[in-house]
């Protein structure tokens, strides 16, 4: 799909449908999962070659943010459907070019909406390609900011599940296995929003350092905001990302405790229950020649005897603090 968006007195405006020809008043040009007759249309207006879809999973910082022929490439990953069970990190591509925009993605991030109905209302954000490209880094920005924040409130709701007092901390032991599952998709959550906002902080440095953006002083002082923005938010997701390494940790450790009390109790029980099954085996025996076996006593003593030598464990351990 090809939208062409054009400047207005109101904001900018979507071209509708899309042109068969590019107009030359187009200011952004986004290609969300673009055919190829539609990359070939862009390549012909301004004469740049479009990345691949292959190209833009490259990890590589030279084939993430270059130039070429006057044309600024820098190519960042967003994480997306963040409400799913299985989010993405997605790759999308900025070209900046003569003035113009141009986008290429193959996924539909929330803050591009966003920003696509903002912009419709505000023509703040019409006035050059450099503005549309500051406005949709800080919708993304936004979004990373709004994620991490999500993500604390989990692990607050976590953390006081698990470190509850323990007749409280019943409900979550319960089922342990479905925490250390939250627990994992937290992780890698965390994991993607940081990998988002390295990336987004190598290509906001980038398009401040290069030679072939002319930047005015309005819109480097919005750039180096959004760069101070990506390091506090780097540095929050490091916080968040060990936080939750400490939970895992914390849940394992509780797992284990929980499993040596039911060994400890079993192991008490044996205990408890060895000394009485040594005398009922002794007094089990067929032997002809046994003198208790002629006393009057001897059931009720015997009885006496494993429950005493019953009991005279569980005291002691009682006494010692092994339970």
């Not at 084939?63 to 022929?69: A, F, H, I, K, M």
């Not at 190519?75 to 993405?88: F, M, S, Y």
Request: glycine share 4%; charged share 25%; with cysteine.
């Amino acid at each position: 799909m090809l939208n062409c968006f054009v400047p207005e007195p109101h904001g900018l405006t979507r071209l509708d449908p899309s042109p068969a020809v590019i107009p030359e008043h187009c200011l952004w040009v986004d290609l969300q999962e673009p055919t190829l007759e539609e990359e070939r249309a862009v390549e012909q207006f301004l004469s740049i070659e479009v990345p691949t879809r292959e190209e833009m999973r490259e990890i590589e910082t030279s084939n993430r943010l270059y130039e070429e022929d006057g044309a600024l490439y820098m190519t960042a990953t967003i994480v997306t459907r963040i409400d799913t069970d299985r989010p993405e990190a997605a790759a999308i591509t900025f070209i900046l070019v003569r003035n113009k925009l141009i986008t290429n993605r193959y996924h539909d991030p929330l803050p591009f909406r966003r920003f696509i109905s903002y912009a419709e209302r505000h023509p703040a954000t019409t006035g050059s390609a450099l503005g549309v490209l500051a406005g949709l880094l800080e919708a993304v920005i936004e979004r990373s900011a709004d994620i991490l924040e999500r993500i604390s409130a989990d692990i607050d709701e976590l953390s006081a599940g698990i470190f509850a007092p323990r007749q409280r901390r019943q409900s979550v032991s319960r089922d342990m296995r479905a925490v250390m599952e939250r627990i994992g998709r937290i992780g890698d959550l965390v994991s993607k929003s940081r990998e988002s906002l390295v990336s987004l902080g190598r290509l906001l440095s980038y398009a401040q350092q290069s030679g072939a953006v002319d930047m005015t002083p309005e819109l480097r002082s919005r750039f180096k905001t959004l760069s101070r923005d990506v390091l506090a938010l780097s540095d929050h997701a490091s916080f968040v990302n060990n936080k939750t390494s400490f939970m895992l940790e914390a849940t394992l450790g509780l797992i284990n405790i929980e499993q040596n009390d039911i060994i400890k109790i079993f192991s008490v029980a044996a205990v408890a229950f060895l000394p009485p099954t040594l005398i009922a085996s002794i007094y089990g025996m067929n032997f002809h020649f046994m003198p208790e076996l002629g006393w009057k006593l001897g059931y009720p003593l015997a009885l006496l005897l494993m429950v005493i030598s019953a009991v005279l464990p569980f005291a002691y351990f009682r006494r010692r603090g092994w339970l």
